[in-house]
């Protein structure tokens, strides 16, 4: 494979081995990231290591951006565009040459886009890639500044020219809607929030005020407060580029974008909104494809419980339930389970509301209840399509969960969710739902519930002193305060959120054993079930993220709000 003259120099620099680069430019490509993000993303090679390397290997100088006045750069020399894509800074421009801040010198393509551009030549000062983006970001149009130019009424929303507009990719669009200030405050969000790494985005109307909230590693923060003048200019603009009806604001509906924010990467956006008494409230989800391709590793399972999980998944035929409340993770463990699972060899299909990831090679389906098309219906038809591997999105109903168990006993491996606190309560709530107990006993093989947890920075973390009593209470036992560990706390730096930075999974993984067999065709409690898990070696969800803190992964307080005991 050919790699990119970054991916060479490190090589020769001795930072990546051949192999490894390879795999990190692949990944890359099908992630469709750029390759120094994968780089430094994955930890394969530090931003300050890389700086360094690039700086010897091009004989270009290196420059620390902490020290740049912002205010002081030259502005207008270059589209912020080409800025945000190539991530890239103009630092000063000399007779007819600029000189340019890069993390990466070989990018050819983006040397040529400049001079392009600019028709000026270019001169790398090699930088941090991470104080490179945070640069970029902070020299990017603020958001309040595009409101002030919507409150100064300089944008008057077209509805003809709304209507042809049919994706944010579009060639079509028109440049006067292209340049309104809605249509740059609206991107602006969209970066920022995947910039920030959220999940979502909230835009709500009330009546005195319209405020926008991200939600990062699972907390809403607010981020700004538009005048309410443009909530309804905002919402025909998302509704427009979703596909939405946009003349009907009574009903909620739902629909996708696509925003480009790289060179190379695609980010897809699932669209709900939901009429409320002051104008419409949207939701955006970020859809990263690239996050049901992180592997199985970097979920945070323990290597037992990643064991139990790759031993159930591997059979020919069972149900694997995947349990939490809304936002745990389920989904992304589902599909590294069918990323796992997608061999040429096998024929998956799956039924959601809606897909929120496309995985090639899987027959993906979305239920669409007024048209018919419900769990139970996709069910059947999966049957009759001679199907090796069903994931079903959710169990709601007995029919659905009565179709799965046969599908289970006859040959097939089916996945699924369902919404209930642990592993053990997700056998008594199928009991609950009308399920014979032999059926569940002879089809369940393994049961996982999961929460998210906060990560600590790594760059920031400090140990903190907790009292023997309060580790004891949070359910340490007495044996394990040997004083060979320290909790964390979280402190909070320029690469992080107060403290914390991604998240980790919280795992229960409980295989239903011949004994766990037995008490369901007894009609035993979820108790009698969780001592007998216990008794097996099966953490709960409170143990394990206890193991966490131990590991110094999070903190206490993170595990003590997401676990109940």
């Known amino acids: 494979m ?75 020399l270059l589209d912020p565009k080409i800025c945000n894509d190539y991530r890239i800074v103009v630092l000063s421009k000399r007779n007819n040459r600029l000189m340019v801040a890069t993390a990466d010198p070989a990018d050819q393509q983006a040397a040529e886009k400049i001079k392009f551009a600019t028709q000026l030549g270019v001169d790398w000062v090699i930088a941090e890639y991470d104080k490179l983006s945070k640069l970029i970001e902070a020299q990017s149009t603020t958001a309040n500044e595009a409101m002030d130019q919507i409150v100064g009424g300089e944008f008057e929303f077209d509805e003809f020219a709304a209507e042809a507009v049919t994706t944010e990719a579009d060639k079509t669009t028109s440049s006067e809607v292209d340049d309104a200030p809605v249509v740059k405050f609206l991107h602006k969000m969209l970066l920022d929030a995947f910039n920030m790494r959220a999940s979502d985005l909230h835009f709500e109307p009330y009546e005195h005020n319209y405020r926008v909230r991200f939600r990062i590693d699972g907390e809403l923060r607010e981020i700004a407060s538009p005048p309410v003048a443009i909530k309804d200019k905002l919402a025909s603009r998302i509704k427009v580029i979703s596909r939405m009806d946009i003349s009907e604001k009574r009903v909620p509906q739902d629909g996708r974008m696509k925003l480009k924010v790289g060179p190379e990467r695609v980010i897809d956006f699932r669209v709900s909104t939901l009429p409320t008494l002051f104008g419409e409230k949207i939701v955006i989800r970020i859809l990263d494809p690239s996050s049901a391709k992180v592997g199985i590793d970097a979920l945070g399972y323990e290597p037992e419980e990643k064991e139990r999980l790759l031993s159930a998944i591997s059979r020919p035929y069972g149900m694997v339930l995947v349990t939490g409340p809304t936002g745990s993770g389920k989904t992304v463990s589902l599909y590294t389970c069918l990323n796992l699972l997608n061999k040429p060899g096998i024929n998956i299909s799956t039924a959601e509301d809606p897909s929120e990831i496309n995985l090639p090679g899987v027959n993906q389906v979305n239920v669409n209840e007024k048209a018919g098309l419900t ?21 709601r109903d007995l029919e659905t969960a009565d ?40 089809s369940v093989i393994l049961i996982t519930a999961q929460r998210l947890a906060r990560r600590l920075c790594p760059n920031c973390k400090a140990p903190l002193d907790v009292p023997r009593k309060a580790l004891l209470d949070a359910g340490y036992k007495a044996e394990e305060l040997d004083g060979s560990w320290t909790p964390y706390k979280p402190v909070g730096c320029s690469s992080c959120n107060n403290g914390y930075k991604g998240r980790v999974g919280i795992y229960q993984v409980m295989p239903i054993s011949e004994e766990i067999q037995r008490i369901i065709l007894k009609g035993g409690s979820a108790l009698d079930i969780a001592q007998q898990a216990s008794r097996e070696g099966v953490r709960t969800l409170r143990e394990s993220g206890l193991l966490k803190v131990k590991q110094g992964v999070t903190s206490l307080d993170e595990v003590l709000s997401v676990t109940n005991e």
């Open 2 to 76: 050919a790699l990119p003259g970054l991916g060479r120099a490190l090589v020769s620099a001795g930072k990546l081995g051949q192999k490894a680069a390879e795999d990190l430019y692949k990944k890359a490509q099908s992630g469709r990231t750029s390759f120094i993000a994968e780089l430094t993303g994955s930890g394969a090679v530090s931003a300050s290591d890389l700086a360094h390397t690039m700086s010897t290997a091009f004989a270009a100088p290196l420059l620390d951006l902490d020290a740049i006045d912002l205010q002081r750069l030259p502005k207008g």
């Open 375 to 395: 769990f139970a219906a996709a069910l059947k038809a999966f049957l009759r399509q001679d199907p090796d591997v069903i994931m079903v999105g959710e169990i």
């Open 403 to 442: 179709i799965s168990i046969k599908a289970a006993q006859t040959g097939h491996m089916v996945l699924s969710t369902l919404h209930t606190n642990d592993a053990p309560t997700t056998l008594t709530r199928m009991m609950n739902m009308g399920i014979p107990t032999f059926n569940i006993a002879s």
